[in-house]
């Protein structure tokens, strides 16, 4: 580490000299080149640089991708790299990111122009995933090395790993090994070659010995600078996810379009109503639409007052907050069949500023098409022509209104904008309603809703509705019919098993599920050790990919056995484990993610249009986007916009939203952060960028984040 700082140090005083620079903010250097704020990725299409490239898709990151595959890709020459803008030498692109250290054949004048052009503009370059070998600074696997799987490794970020790029990391990187028959993780273990200038980031133990080799590593060689990744993985392992931040803030030096935090939402539906449970001898819901015959008597499962007192403790001790989705009429028909009395609602409304709370309409009804339940599974009601019956704006308009109307009275905060409806419904369901009840968008205008829930499962993309706007919702599998361990395993495997085992058969007709299972769980323990961390890795897979969409559960799953609880702590310890403290997960409210969504969609049209502008001189950074489209950024801490701070702070960084009105925005990185810039022409070594500031523990969430207007 001393011969690198040493290293380093020299490296810059060299430059300094030789371009007769003084220390201090490079905006002032005339001859800085400009850099474009764009990423060159060279696939070979494999899964490692397709990853990077869905990373940098996800967070609004712009790049170019050359397909090496394709004979009619563009040369990567002299010319395509870089040219002249007013007068000034222009990089194209701020780094490069390649399939391995050098994916051309020998000799390549493809290769020579990369190193040339890195050199010159100190261009990071990203090795995605490579062999081990002397090229890339580090020994061969042989020699002392490893060679092999790494499924269930424990990784750990370094000392230079923490202080740099991956900062927001606590340490431990763990590989995932989520099946003991199929291989998920392969890589080369391997230590810096003799005289290499090699710093690993993340390493791993070689086994067998007491060593540790590097998995993700900086090369610094012949004035250049490489990130060497000697695993593969793609975009959606564990170990990726954990590692790609870190990564593209390696290669843009922590400057870049697009932004990137760790969201979780939950919302709770059916509150103050009661769930209908699952029949284990009946396999089915009494109750339930589909459950004919002799579907016994309901047996309704509905919170307690202890419950929401469980509610609002474990919320505090996580520092989280519930939405809860409700229907008031359940509180209205307990109250009747009880002389006035619901003690659930009353300690509910007591403790209503505890929580979120969304519409879910008054009474839970079924808001598509009038549905014809004779049959199963069901179909929609036609008239003599053969149209469909649709449910009616008079309805729903009541649905809506009145649920509204005793929330208010109740005193609950609401927000009007926000609707779920009982099912989704009102919205296109296949088969059997592939259109949205046309009603819908007029009953949504009159009630003001901007913001309609949607499941993911079924209408995962964002889209307009009237006037209201949809937020997809991942379903999370624990059932809305079950408030016990048992009764959630029964149904399952139910679900998930064969015909010859008693199941119902789902998977064999529907070879794509991947739920299914080999052998019905164990009802005893089944959930715990099967259920809750399959749910768990999802979910918490969600959360690390910069995903805000919520997951919804049902208040029957926080009754009696409280089933929800185990996924739901399963997420936050498992992201508790691995992230600082400057890096918390983010909870936000739903209109708060449709807007997210929605500045996420336009920014990526505008990018994909051909109309932002984007690059940096020195310590200036310009933007240029159209009228009317937020601006998505990642900055060093300390960045100013119009002399004000700019952004919240998350991850050692600052990253925020900036309305643009089509003008220039202009940003002035803090001195900490610019690094003194070769001439375009000269080679010049490249030098690393400054360690990070780090946010203090807990700072990051004093400034909670919402998208800023």
Same mark, same amino acid.
């Given at each position: 580490?001393?011969?690198?700082?040493?290293?380093?140090?020299?490296?810059?005083?060299?430059?300094?000299?030789?371009?007769?620079?003084?220390?201090?903010?490079?905006?002032?250097?005339?001859?800085?080149?400009?850099?474009?704020?764009? %990423?060159?990725?060279?696939?070979?299409?494999?899964?490692?640089?397709?990853?990077?490239?869905?990373?940098?898709?996800?967070?609004?990151?712009?790049?170019?991708?050359?397909?090496?595959?394709? @004979?009619?890709?563009?040369?990567?020459?002299?010319?395509?790299?870089?040219?002249?803008?007013?007068? =000034?030498?222009?990089?194209?692109?701020?780094?490069?990111?390649?399939?391995?250290?050098?994916?051309?054949?020998?000799?390549?004048?493809?290769?020579?122009?990369?190193?040339?052009?890195?050199?010159?503009?100190?261009?990071?370059?990203?090795?995605?995933?490579?062999?081990?070998?002397?090229?890339?600074?580090?020994?061969?696997?042989?020699?002392?090395?490893?060679?092999?799987?790494?499924?269930?490794?424990?990784?750990?970020?370094?000392?230079?790993?923490?202080?740099?790029?991956?900062?927001?990391?606590?340490?431990?990187?763990?590989?995932?090994?989520?099946?003991?028959?199929?291989?998920?993780?392969?890589?080369?273990?391997?230590?810096?070659?003799?005289?290499?200038?090699?710093? $690993?980031?993340?390493?791993?133990?070689?086994?067998?010995?007491?060593?540790?080799?590097?998995?993700?590593?900086?090369?610094?060689?012949?004035?250049?600078?490489?990130? %060497?990744?000697?695993?593969?993985?793609?975009?959606?392992?564990?170990?990726?996810?954990?590692?790609?931040?870190?990564?593209?803030?390696?290669?843009?030096?922590?400057?870049?379009?697009?932004?990137?935090?760790?969201?979780?939402?939950?919302?709770?539906?059916?509150?103050?109503?009661?769930?209908?449970?699952?029949?284990?001898?009946?396999?089915?819901?009494?109750?339930?639409?589909?459950?004919?015959?002799?579907?016994?008597?309901?047996?309704?499962?509905?919170?307690?007052?202890?419950?929401?007192?469980?509610?609002?403790?474990?919320?505090?001790?996580?520092?989280?907050?519930?939405?809860?989705?409700?229907?008031?009429?359940?509180?209205?028909?307990?109250?009747?069949?009880?002389?006035? %009395?619901?003690?659930?609602?009353?300690?509910?409304?007591?403790?209503?500023?505890?929580?979120?709370?969304?519409?879910?309409?008054?009474?839970?009804?079924?808001?598509?098409?009038?549905?014809?339940?004779?049959?199963?599974?069901?179909?929609?009601?036609?008239?003599?022509?053969?149209?469909?019956?649709?449910?009616? =704006?008079?309805?729903?308009?009541?649905?809506?209104?009145?649920?509204?109307?005793?929330?208010?009275?109740?005193?609950?905060?609401?927000?009007?904008?926000?609707?779920?409806?009982?099912?989704?419904?009102?919205?296109?369901?296949?088969?059997?309603? $592939?259109?949205?009840?046309?009603?819908?968008?007029?009953?949504?205008?009159?009630?003001?809703?901007?913001?309609?829930?949607?499941?993911?499962?079924?209408?995962?993309?964002?889209?307009?509705?009237?006037?209201?706007?949809?937020?997809?919702?991942?379903?999370?599998?624990?059932?809305?019919?079950?408030?016990?361990?048992?009764?959630?395993?029964?149904?399952?495997?139910?679900?998930?098993?064969?015909?010859?085992?008693?199941?119902?058969?789902?998977?064999?007709?529907?070879?794509?599920?991947?739920?299914?299972?080999?052998? $019905?769980?164990?009802?005893?323990?089944?959930?715990?050790?099967?259920?809750?961390?399959?749910?768990?890795?999802?979910?918490?897979?969600?959360?690390?990919?910069?995903?805000?969409?919520?997951?919804?559960?049902?208040? @029957?799953?926080?009754?009696?056995?409280?089933?929800?609880?185990?996924?739901?702590?399963?997420?936050?310890?498992?992201?508790?484990?691995?992230?600082?403290?400057?890096?918390?997960?983010?909870?936000?409210?739903?209109?708060?993610?449709?807007?997210?969504?929605?500045?996420?969609?336009?920014?990526?049209?505008?990018?994909?249009?051909?109309?932002?502008?984007?690059?940096?001189?020195?310590?200036?950074?310009?933007?240029?986007?159209?009228?009317?489209?937020?601006?998505?950024?990642?900055?060093?801490?300390?960045?100013?916009?119009?002399?004000?701070?700019?952004?919240?702070?998350?991850?050692?960084?600052?990253?925020?939203?900036?309305?643009?009105?089509?003008?220039?925005?202009?940003?002035?990185?803090?001195?900490?952060?610019?690094? $003194?810039?070769?001439?375009?022409?000269?080679?010049?070594?490249?030098?690393?960028?400054?360690?990070?500031?780090?946010?203090?523990?807990?700072?990051?969430?004093?400034?909670?984040?919402?998208?800023?207007?």
């Amino acid at each position: 580490m001393k011969r690198t700082i040493r290293t380093t140090a020299l490296t810059v005083g060299a430059l300094l000299a030789a371009l007769g620079l003084q220390a201090g903010p490079a905006e002032a250097d005339t001859g800085a080149p400009r850099v474009d704020l764009r %990423v060159l990725v060279v696939s070979d299409g494999g899964p490692a640089t397709d990853a990077i490239a869905a990373e940098l898709a996800t967070a609004g990151t712009p790049y170019t991708e050359v397909d090496l595959t394709d @004979s009619g890709r563009p040369a990567i020459d002299a010319g395509f790299l870089a040219d002249t803008v007013d007068g =000034r030498p222009r990089a194209k692109f701020q780094a490069v990111v390649l399939p391995n250290d050098n994916p051309f054949a020998a000799g390549s004048t493809e290769m020579a122009a990369l190193a040339a052009y890195e050199k010159t503009y100190a261009i990071p370059q990203v090795d995605a995933y490579t062999y081990a070998r002397p090229q890339a600074g580090l020994q061969v696997p042989t020699l002392g090395g490893y060679s092999g799987s790494i499924d269930g490794v424990r990784a750990q970020v370094t000392a230079a790993g923490r202080a740099g790029a991956f900062g927001y990391l606590d340490g431990p990187v763990p590989f995932e090994d989520n099946s003991p028959t199929v291989g998920e993780s392969y890589a080369y273990l391997s230590t810096p070659a003799p005289g290499a200038d090699f710093t $690993p980031y993340v390493q791993a133990p070689v086994p067998g010995t007491a060593r540790q080799g590097s998995l993700v590593g900086e090369y610094r060689h012949d004035g250049r600078r490489e990130l %060497v990744v000697t695993f593969v993985y793609n975009q959606y392992q564990q170990q990726f996810r954990l590692l790609a931040r870190g990564i593209v803030e390696w290669m843009t030096g922590g400057v870049h379009l697009g932004a990137a935090r760790n969201y979780f939402a939950v919302h709770v539906d059916d509150v103050f109503a009661a769930d209908d449970r699952w029949d284990t001898r009946l396999n089915c819901t009494p109750g339930d639409v589909d459950c004919t015959g002799d579907a016994g008597t309901p047996s309704p499962i509905r919170m307690t007052p202890a419950d929401v007192d469980h509610a609002t403790a474990w919320q505090n001790s996580r520092r989280f907050t519930l939405d809860l989705v409700y229907n008031g009429a359940g509180s209205v028909d307990q109250r009747e069949d009880n002389n006035g %009395v619901d003690l659930l609602a009353d300690k509910l409304i007591a403790d209503r500023n505890q929580f979120r709370w969304i519409n879910h309409t008054y009474t839970h009804a079924y808001l598509g098409c009038e549905q014809n339940v004779t049959v199963v599974p069901w179909t929609c009601a036609t008239h003599a022509d053969g149209s469909t019956k649709w449910v009616s =704006r008079t309805t729903l308009d009541h649905e809506i209104a009145t649920n509204r109307v005793w929330g208010r009275l109740a005193g609950l905060p609401l927000h009007d904008d926000e609707l779920v409806t009982g099912e989704h419904s009102g919205l296109k369901i296949l088969p059997q309603q $592939p259109a949205d009840n046309p009603n819908l968008a007029l009953a949504l205008a009159d009630n003001g809703i901007t913001w309609l829930a949607s499941d993911n499962s079924r209408d995962p993309e964002q889209r307009r509705i009237g006037p209201a706007t949809t937020v997809s919702r991942y379903p999370m599998n624990i059932f809305y019919n079950a408030g016990r361990a048992a009764e959630q395993v029964d149904e399952y495997n139910w679900l998930y098993t064969s015909r010859a085992q008693g199941g119902s058969g789902i998977c064999e007709d529907n070879p794509e599920t991947t739920t299914c299972l080999d052998a $019905p769980l164990d009802t005893a323990t089944g959930y715990g050790d099967h259920i809750v961390p399959l749910e768990t890795r999802i979910a918490l897979g969600h959360v690390l990919a910069n995903d805000p969409k919520p997951h919804f559960i049902h208040q @029957s799953n926080l009754a009696e056995d409280r089933i929800a609880y185990p996924v739901l702590d399963g997420v936050l310890n498992g992201y508790d484990a691995l992230f600082a403290d400057d890096t918390p997960v983010v909870n936000l409210r739903m209109k708060d993610i449709g807007v997210e969504l929605q500045r996420r969609a336009a920014w990526k049209t505008a990018v994909r249009d051909g109309r932002v502008t984007a690059y940096r001189i020195g310590g200036t950074v310009t933007v240029q986007g159209p009228d009317g489209t937020a601006v998505p950024a990642t900055l060093p801490t300390g960045t100013t916009l119009g002399g004000s701070a700019f952004g919240s702070a998350y991850a050692g960084a600052v990253s925020g939203w900036t309305a643009s009105d089509g003008a220039a925005l202009t940003y002035t990185l803090p001195s900490s952060a610019v690094a $003194p810039a070769a001439t375009a022409g000269t080679a010049a070594a490249a030098t690393s960028p400054a360690p990070r500031t780090q946010v203090p523990a807990g700072a990051a969430e004093q400034v909670p984040y919402t998208p800023d207007s």
